[in-house]
């Protein structure tokens, strides 16, 4: 008596469902795009310049690691390096924890 009937309306054509569909699609496409051109293909190529870097450490390089460590390499091979951090000190790093190749010279002694 009250209660009226409820009727589902039928859609006015059947491509405007998969239309609607791209439409929504699209800024999370874009969002995407947008984040690989600004964050990870710069982090990548960072990321394979780091490695061609350390990868090329060589006798007489002088080197920061990881933990702050400056020294200089005494010898390279396939996983480990010697660095000499102080007269007659010399620590065995891994060559992973290397984070940078700095010029000779161009980090001073702390005692001096």
């Known amino acids: 008596m ?38 990870i293909r710069p982090q990548q190529k960072k990321m394979k310049d780091h490695r061609a870097t350390i990868a090329a450490v060589k006798k007489g390089d ?18 480990y390096a010697d660095v000499e951090i102080a007269t007659g000190v010399k620590v065995k790093v891994v060559k992973s924890t290397l984070s940078d ?4 010279g161009s980090v001073k002694p702390a005692n001096d």
Request: zero cysteines; proline letters at 3%; glycine letters at 10%.
């Open 2 to 39: 009250f209660i009226s009937s409820a009727f589902a309306q039928t859609s006015g054509a059947a491509g405007a469902g998969s239309a609607n569909f791209i439409v929504q699609l699209l800024p999370l496409v874009l969002i995407f795009v947008v984040f690989y051109f600004l964050l």
């Open 62 to 79: 002088q080197v920061i690691t990881a933990g702050g460590l400056v020294g200089k390499v005494l010898r390279v091979d396939e996983n």
């Open 101 to 104: 190749v700095v010029q000779p």
